[in-house]
Structures are given as C-alpha cells and as structure tokens.
C-alpha cells in the first residue's frame, strides 16, 4: 500500500494547477479558500462560478495562461457538487487546469450533528473520502478532548490516505500534489475490502470490520438487521459502511451498498445472467465494510449472517425468491435477465 500511495503523489508538470475546496461550513470554506488563494499567489475562483461547469474554468484558464505570474488556481465549490465530478471533470485529458488537491475544510465540532442529519451525511462522507488534504478547523473553546479525539479517529477510519491539518488562525497547509489523473485517494472502506487498511494511531473508539458471506440476502430479514443496527444502534454507532451486495428478491443485480449515518442505499451495478444451480449461487453474495464507534464485530457478524438464505431457501431457487415481499426501493434493473 506504501508503494501506491507514494506512487498516486508524484508531481503534476506543464499543466496550470487547480486546487479544488469543498466543505459543509461555508463562511469557513470560503475564507480558507481565499487565504490558501493569498498564500499560494493563485486565482480564487468562488463556488458561484465553478458552478457553471468546467467551461468556465477552461476559459479562465485561456485568459491567464499568457501571464507567466499566474501559477494555478484555488477552486471553490458548493455543498451539492459531487466531487467525482470535481475529479472527473479536471483529470479528463480535454481540461485545461490539472487537480493537484482535493481540500476539504471541515469543523470536527459539527461532526456529529452533520452525520446524524440525513441531508447532509452522504454530502460529507463524499467530501471527506475523496479528499487528498483534510483542513481541520481548530476548534478553540468549543473544544472537548474526548468528541475531538474521537471525530479524529473517524476521519481517519474515512480517509486513510489524506493529509491531516489543523487550520490556526490564517495559516494554511503545505503544497499537496495527488495524481487524480491516476487515481484518487482511497476511502477507507475500499481499503479495508481490499485489506490494505491501516488503523490511526488513535482511534477515538472508533473501529472497523469486514462481512464477507455467499449467500445473497433475504430481503425481509436484511430490513430487521437493518433496523436494529442503524435506528437502535444494537451493535455500536454505524456510521458508515459501504461495499457489494446481492438481494436474493433481484438475484440477477449487484448493488453497491452505500450507506452514511441513517441513510442506506442500494445502486444497482449491472444485470447478470440467469442464475444456475449448485455452487453457481454461491458466487453471488455480500462484502462490505463497516465504519462505527464501539462496534460489536461478532454481534453484528452474526446478524447479518441470520439475515442470509438458509440452506431450504437457497435450493428453492430464484423463482422462489422473487416472490420474497421486497421493501427496499424498486430499480428498473432489478429482474432483467
């Protein structure tokens, strides 16, 4: 893992650079966008413009690429850009500007209020893991040791591979160069499925943990594991996991399974072929990973594992699972063959 990380930083050259600035808070966004803009002798662009899409970035661009002064750009954008947009969008061999940094300013303080609101959770997980520099608003009076420890450990958990900073006064962090072009940084999740994930130093309380099982999951049961994990908290504070996952009511449809404070969601990926028999079914079934504070692993484990097919139910087949009454959300998808 050493090895790619180093790798995914290796300097941008003969391109105009862009620094890109995402944050809930926007008055605190905004004012460390501007002071990184100073500091840095690059152009602020505010989110008012960058909301009017990477064209007019690319013409800011043309107009200052003759002013050999103009060394790149700080780029603000608002609450609802996506940033694999953001990333998408200036990593595409047509851009004109190349992201060097994706920051995003973030008040630890409002951490839990911003997860536990639902609006606003997937906004933040989104910031937070594709960000190559987290900008830690220091917390002042406001400060309690063990909240502030433990929203650490959790932004650690979240974003393994981005810098840390803990923003003073008018400071600002040090240059960061991230190849996007190459790939972004790695979400905690996506390490700890591919068993690269490192544990901080200190986490806070905060731990997590992998589920792997064959079986696809009965959608009725799912719903109940669901309910006691995420609206009771029966086996610690979940507040994120994410990962694959197979409804045995859409067996032929993987999902990605995407779910930040209360709010879980299941995307359809793409519609396989007509399930067979045998040890064919057992190829369709979960991963994910599980981000939380206090988290009972093996409680939660064997949850998810009473949720699954049992043996009866496996070899009745997928005729029989469609029938299975299916609450989560309808995908256009979902019984192609």
Request: with cysteine.
């Amino acid at each position: 893992m050493q090895d790619s990380f180093e790798s995914a930083r290796a300097p941008v050259a003969g391109e105009i650079e862009a620094i890109a600035v995402v944050g809930l808070c926007a008055a605190e966004r905004r004012r460390y966008a501007m002071a990184l803009a100073g500091a840095r002798d690059y152009v602020f662009v505010p989110a008012e413009q960058t909301v009017q899409g990477i064209e007019v970035i690319d013409r800011l661009v043309a107009l200052v690429a003759m002013t050999p002064s103009v060394r790149g750009f700080v780029l603000e954008y608002d609450d609802e850009t996506s940033c694999a947009e953001i990333i998408g969008a200036l990593s595409a061999p047509e851009s004109r500007a190349v992201l060097t940094d994706l920051v995003c300013v973030l008040d630890l303080v409002c951490l839990p209020a911003d997860l536990g609101c639902e609006d606003r959770a997937a906004l933040l997980v989104d910031q937070v893991e594709f960000a190559s520099t987290l900008v830690l608003l220091e917390p002042g009076e406001r400060i309690d040791f063990a909240g502030f420890a433990a929203a650490l450990g959790l932004v650690g958990h979240l974003a393994p591979e981005a810098r840390q900073f803990i923003a003073e006064a008018d400071a600002v962090h040090a240059p960061e160069r991230w190849d996007f072009g190459g790939r972004p940084p790695a979400a905690g999740w996506t390490a700890i499925l591919n068993a690269e994930f490192r544990p901080p130093a200190h986490t806070g309380g905060v731990g997590a943990c992998r589920y792997e099982q064959a079986r696809p999951f009965h959608p009725q049961r799912l719903q109940a594991v669901l309910t006691a994990a995420l609206g009771e908290g029966r086996w610690g504070r979940i507040v994120r996991s994410a990962g694959f996952a197979r409804l045995a009511s859409r067996p032929y449809v993987s999902a990605h399974w995407d779910q930040a404070g209360s709010l879980l969601r299941l995307t359809p990926l793409s519609a396989g072929p007509f399930v067979g028999a045998g040890a064919e079914l057992l190829a369709w079934g979960q991963e994910l990973a599980v981000i939380g504070f206090d988290l009972d692993e093996a409680g939660l484990c064997e949850a998810l594992d009473r949720a699954v097919l049992t043996d009866a139910e496996l070899l009745a087949g997928p005729m029989a699972w469609l029938e299975y009454t299916d609450e989560f959300p309808a995908w256009d998808t979902a019984h192609r063959s």
